[in-house]
Every structure is written in structure tokens, then in C-alpha cells.
């Protein structure tokens, strides 16, 4: 299950609309609950190295980290976009910040020259430039198989660290 507020999924757009290049960052946490499940998250990069939450699913804690786990979420965050972008309807409301905000987001000139790409409308494909996350070989798979892309992997992670605090980029090839 993916859940994701409309303002966390703008999170994407705001990248993209700033005219950084779009970084996706993901990884999973484990034993939030009783019930045997995890919590997996995808954010989005800007300056300073900070990440903004873009969606977050509920995962089996077995095997639930894997190649099709983060397609699925990505894939999700790439279908609800799209729909945020060829077919939210505004509320009536004048002064609802939300719409005011998908308004924004619609009218910028980075966001028009998504929406008429051809391979958005047929695939709701987002560029991705680039992706982080822990050593794991399910996200490495997603990264090349679906976005086409070598993944990084954090240098916190892979020194052992589990504090993301200063979370760095290795760049290291499949294996």
C-alpha cells in the first residue's frame, strides 16, 4: 500500500520546476510494527543535501524490500502525478491553499514542457538524472531496470552508519 498527500507529491514537481536536476532517494525501515511490516520511503533532493518526502507504502518486513516493491512505488508516485497534472479539478474555494499550489506548480514552464512530453502522456514517465539509496540489491535492480540509471549508495550506509545525517554519495557499479 503507497499513501502520499498531494503536497508531498508537488515535492517532485518543485525539483523539476527549480531547475535542479531530479535525484530520488529510498530506503526502508524495519519493526514499526508487530504485524511483520516495514516502512519503505522515496524522497526527492534539493539544496543542501536535504530530502523531501515524496511517498511512503507499507511493505512485508520478509521480502518486501525488492526490485518490484520500489518499481510499484515509483510507479505510483509517476501515475498520481499525472493525474495531479491533466486532470485535478480545482475546488471552489478561492483561498484553498492546496489548489493555489497545484496552480503554481501547473503554470511554471518546466512543468508545461513535461506535460507535453510525449513520452509523459503515453508512460507518465518523470525524469530521473539520478538515485540514492542504501547498498541494497533490490533498489540497485529498480534503478537499472526501470529508471535506466546506476544507483548511488550512501556512504553512511555503506561505512556501517545507520545515522543519515551525513548521508553522501558512493557511486558503485552493479555487481
Request: positive net charge.
Amino acid at each position: 500500500m503507497t499513501m502520499a498527500s498531494i503536497w508531498m507529491l508537488l515535492n517532485v514537481l518543485r525539483v523539476l520546476n527549480s531547475g535542479w536536476t531530479l535525484r530520488i532517494a529510498a530506503d526502508c525501515t524495519y519493526k514499526i510494527a508487530i504485524n511483520a511490516v516495514a516502512l519503505m520511503g522515496f524522497c526527492v533532493n534539493s539544496m543542501g543535501g536535504l530530502h523531501h518526502l515524496v511517498a511512503l507504502s507499507i511493505i512485508p518486513e520478509k521480502g518486501g524490500e525488492c526490485e518490484a516493491s520500489y518499481t510499484e512505488t515509483w510507479r505510483a508516485v509517476c501515475n498520481c502525478l499525472h493525474k495531479i497534472l491533466t486532470s485535478y479539478v480545482y475546488c471552489a474555494d478561492p483561498n484553498c491553499a492546496t489548489c493555489q499550489a497545484v496552480r503554481e506548480v501547473r503554470e511554471h514552464k518546466e512543468t508545461k514542457k513535461l506535460v507535453a512530453n510525449a513520452r509523459f502522456a503515453r508512460d507518465k514517465h518523470i525524469p530521473v538524472s539520478g538515485c540514492i539509496s542504501d547498498n541494497h540489491a533490490g533498489f540497485r535492480k529498480f534503478a537499472l531496470n526501470f529508471l535506466h540509471l546506476v544507483a548511488d549508495n550512501c556512504s553512511s550506509h555503506m561505512a556501517g552508519n545507520d545515522s543519515l545525517q551525513v548521508c553522501s554519495v558512493v557511486s558503485q557499479p552493479l555487481t
